[in-house]
């Protein structure tokens, strides 16, 4: 914190580059962002991307760290004279800061320059292959990273190989639809676009394009709560008849969580998504190799950036004391379907029901972003429907995690869900090429399930049930 008795600067004032250079320590920390400078001290502690980033770029210029992920009016959450200043170009160091290119943005005008268009794209790994290519390297490690050994990552996109078909054929297919109800509301297909933060950090119009995309398409959208585009720029963009889901972590300081839900409605969501999964965050390796610097010694440099380890990061908003009664709260302050995102067996998929009367839960592990060694959703998805297939009759259960098929969706419907969700292929989709990737990714997916349908000899998607997929045991590779 700066020293009480320091004298308040007055706002707006000019500041040289070299006192913005001197406020660079945790207790006493500005940043400069688009040309003004920023006293963060007092949100340091509070900081929702944790206390590493904050400190690595203290007294220095953050703008191109901070505006890719940061919705418009973040600024605004600071304290009433946290705004120093301007700074003072003339002291800027010549050569610093430059607007010049750097060797990474000349490498991705070169990508982007031969990126192919969307159509040329005939399925969500070649989408992937080219979000690699285009995509700065914070993009693609924060995208792609998962926990640990990346076991459930992997697992997650494996365990689909398991499970066979039993199709039957000659049943008149050619009038087959893909309509459906998710979540309760009309869907034109099975699947959702899951809850994905930072989706700016791959297209500067983020989580507009996705909304756009699904309101297009006719498909459910999850907004996260830590979204990169505010809800007044979602909503600016949602179509009439379009549903959003917003996806919540309760905040430590719980009276926000409370003032928040009730206006959720009114802000024109659909339901509500609770992310169970996420308590405290996975340890995403390629995510801190990037973005940490470990290149210095024990105890020297790296003590103050956020490759001083995770600790110096964890200390977000997130309340890691959630719990089952929490749920009666959740209803108590908004009368929106309540959906818990992120159970991972089959306990708690009873329990979540049966004792506490939610309206549709998620299988998930985060796509291997939380707990390595989580199974993958499809795999509680056929746990549930061995031990307990009345839920899957009853309840409404959807998987997310690993869907890069057509096909991956229709055995997840077999096995009793009623939709999935998809994280990584539409930020993916926006990464390259913003609201038509999302599209291409959702017209991609349309084919193959339609397709897949008709050769399984099912019209409707009622029709798709567990007599018609095999468990294999053996995960076989992909022909
Ligand atoms: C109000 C003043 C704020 C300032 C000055 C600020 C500044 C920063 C800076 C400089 C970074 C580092 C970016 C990078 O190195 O790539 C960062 C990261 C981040 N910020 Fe903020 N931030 C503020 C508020 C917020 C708010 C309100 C949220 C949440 C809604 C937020 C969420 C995040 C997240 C999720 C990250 C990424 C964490 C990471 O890189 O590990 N920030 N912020
Ligand atoms: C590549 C740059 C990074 C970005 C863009 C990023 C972004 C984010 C975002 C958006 C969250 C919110 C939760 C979620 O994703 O579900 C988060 C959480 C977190 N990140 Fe990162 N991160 C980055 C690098 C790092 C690094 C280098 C570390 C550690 C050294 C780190 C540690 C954490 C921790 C501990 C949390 C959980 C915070 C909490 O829940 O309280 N991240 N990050
Ligand atoms: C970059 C990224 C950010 C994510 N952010 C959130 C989030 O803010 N809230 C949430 O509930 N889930 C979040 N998830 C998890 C997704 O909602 C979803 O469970 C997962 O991506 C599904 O796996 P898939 O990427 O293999 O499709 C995130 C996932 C990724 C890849």
Not at 97 to 118: C, T, Y
Not at 262 to 288: C, H, I, N, W
Not at 322 to 342: A, E, H, M, N, Y
Request: with cysteine; charged share 25%.
């Amino acid at each position: 914190m700066s020293k009480p008795d320091a004298p308040q600067p007055q706002p707006r004032r000019l500041v040289s580059y070299a006192e913005l250079q001197q406020h660079n320590t945790r207790a006493d920390l500005w940043v400069l962002i688009a040309g003004e400078v920023y006293d963060a001290t007092g949100i340091v502690d509070a900081h929702p991307g944790g206390v590493g980033p904050l400190v690595k770029h203290a007294g220095k210029d953050a703008t191109k760290a901070f505006t890719p992920i940061h919705p418009p009016g973040t600024l605004d959450a600071l304290p009433p004279g946290a705004h120093i200043g301007t700074i003072d170009p003339a002291t800027v160091p010549h050569g610093r800061d430059a607007d010049a290119p750097s060797a990474e943005e000349r490498r991705i005008a070169s990508a982007r320059a031969a990126l192919p268009v969307p159509g040329a794209a005939l399925n969500l790994v070649e989408i992937e292959e080219l979000a690699k290519t285009v995509l700065s390297e914070t993009a693609w490690a924060y995208y792609r990273s998962a926990g640990d050994d990346c076991n459930s990552y992997d697992e997650n996109r494996a365990a689909f190989k398991r499970f066979w078909f039993r199709p039957r054929v000659m049943n008149k297919i050619w009038h087959a639809t893909t309509e459906c109800k998710q979540f309760g509301y009309p869907s034109t297909l099975p699947i959702w676009i899951c809850p994905a933060a930072l989706a700016r950090l791959g297209h500067p119009d983020g989580e507009m394009n996705l909304t756009r995309a699904a309101g297009k398409e006719g498909i459910l959208q999850g907004l996260s709560n830590n979204s990169s585009c505010s809800v007044d720029e979602i909503m600016s963009v949602k179509a009439p008849n379009q549903h959003i889901i917003f996806q919540l972590y309760v905040n430590k300081d719980r009276p926000k969580t409370a003032a928040l839900l009730p206006t959720l409605r009114a802000r024109g969501f659909s339901a509500l998504m609770v992310t169970v999964d996420a308590a405290v965050s996975g340890k995403r390796e390629l995510d801190m190799r990037t973005k940490g610097d470990f290149a210095g010694p024990a105890g020297g440099k790296s003590q103050q950036g956020s490759g001083a380890g995770v600790g110096l990061s964890i200390s977000g908003y997130q309340d890691p004391d959630v719990c089952w009664d929490d749920i009666q709260w959740f209803r108590s302050l908004t009368d929106l379907p309540l959906i818990l995102k992120g159970i991972q067996c089959v306990e708690d998929a009873v329990k979540a029901f049966e004792e506490y009367h939610v309206d549709a839960i998620v299988l998930s592990n985060h796509g291997g972003r939380e707990l390595d060694f989580s199974p993958a959703p499809i795999t509680v998805l056929y746990e549930l429907q061995q031990q307990r297939p009345d839920i899957l009759q009853k309840y409404e259960v959807h998987i997310d995690g690993g869907i890069t098929r057509g096909t991956d969706v229709l055995k997840a419907l077999c096995l009793g869900a009623r939709g999935v969700g998809l994280g990584r292929a539409f930020l993916y989709g926006n990464g390259c090429w913003g609201e038509e990737g999302a599209q291409r990714v959702i017209e991609i997916m349309r084919e193959e399930i339609k397709t897949g349908m008709q050769l399984m000899g099912v019209t409707r998607l009622e029709r798709l049930g567990p007599q018609l997929v095999r468990y294999e045991g053996v995960a076989r590779s992909r022909l």
